[in-house]
């Protein structure tokens, strides 16, 4: 699943290589996959890239300066280039963005649900673009000061995901956080000493620019199907601590998973499992 870090490499890879290509066509094969119908997919027809930045976890691709394709990965989309054309049958193909030097750029999405989006806006509507407009501050480079921020009487673990509050972070990279940080997934957002506020702010970006840094060597273009994420906490349940050593727990939700460090994070105290205890009432 695509969060800030991913997304940011996958902005730089493609920004740079598709900046003054022009494009010759586009189509958008999914159903309900391009969000938007003025202007026409057909406007970008003869116009040139001039870059893709990232905010949160959407890009936005530029082209020229008054128009701008905004695509959101979702759970299980890719943006991806290529020096050939898709297959038609390719069922995974959401948004193709063909070049006039025969390369294409490519939304895809896996699995069977179709979620991933694209709007094509006018430059000057990016900004108010609903998605966009709603997101909170970047989680990196240079996030606020989070006492502020965080303060609401709700578990880190979900007020860091929420995009509205702080953009970027997701369900991997939010358990690496507060495993660096060694604060409690559960402690609510209100409760944060000042000092703990300032050791995440520190591990957030940290972290991020860590693996965006990690990611500038080890990820080239084609940006592969499935990036592989240097975790050490998440999804590592069972396994040992990267910093003490003791066994990495995990709270199973009905969609995803939590996995934290007793001893660094908790006082040693081991959080109900829910998928668990819900089988057991
Ligand atoms: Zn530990």
């Known amino acids: 699943m695509p969060e800030l870090p991913e997304v940011e490499i996958t902005a730089r890879l493609i920004g740079a290589a598709v900046a003054g290509a022009r494009v010759e066509s586009s189509l958008a094969p999914g159903v309900n996959a391009l969000k938007t119908y003025d202007p026409p997919l057909s406007a970008l027809d003869g116009r040139t890239f001039t870059g893709v930045r990232r ?3 959407l890009f936005v691709a530029s082209v020229e300066d008054d128009l701008a394709l905004v695509i959101h990965l979702m759970s299980a989309g890719r943006l991806q280039l ?6 038609l049958r390719d069922k995974a193909s959401r948004l193709l963005v063909r070049l006039d ?3 294409e750029l490519r939304l895809r999405e896996f699995g069977t649900k179709q979620r991933a989006w694209v709007k094509l806006l006018r430059a000057k509507d ?3 673009e609903e998605t966009i407009a709603a997101l909170g501050p970047d989680a990196w480079p240079d996030p606020p000061p989070l006492e502020e921020l965080l303060d609401a009487p709700r578990p880190l673990y979900a007020l860091l995901r929420d995009q509205h509050v702080l953009a970027g972070i997701g369900r991997s990279w939010v358990d690496e956080i507060l495993h660096t940080a060694m604060i409690s997934p559960f402690k609510r957002g ?3 000493e000042p000092d703990e506020a ?7 970006v940290e972290r991020l620019g860590g693996v965006i840094e990690h990611y500038e ?10 990036v592989p994420m240097p975790l050490t906490v998440h999804r590592h349940n069972g396994k040992p601590c990267p910093r ?3 066994q990495i727990e995990a709270v199973f939700y009905e969609d995803y998973v939590m996995c934290y460090c007793p001893t660094c994070q908790t006082d040693g105290k081991l959080m109900k499992d829910r998928r668990l205890s819900r089988l057991l009432k």
């Not at 300032?198 to 957030?204: D, K, Q, T, Y």
């Open 55 to 57: 905010r949160g976890k």
């Open 82 to 87: 290529f020096d050939t054309r898709a297959s």
């Open 101 to 103: 030097d025969g390369r």
């Open 126 to 128: 990016v900004e108010s």
């Open 190 to 192: 209100s409760d944060l």
């Open 198 to 204: 300032e050791r995440l702010r520190e591990a957030i």
């Open 217 to 226: 060597h080890a990820i080239t273009l084609p940006i592969p199907d499935k």
């Open 244 to 246: 003490c050593g003791d």
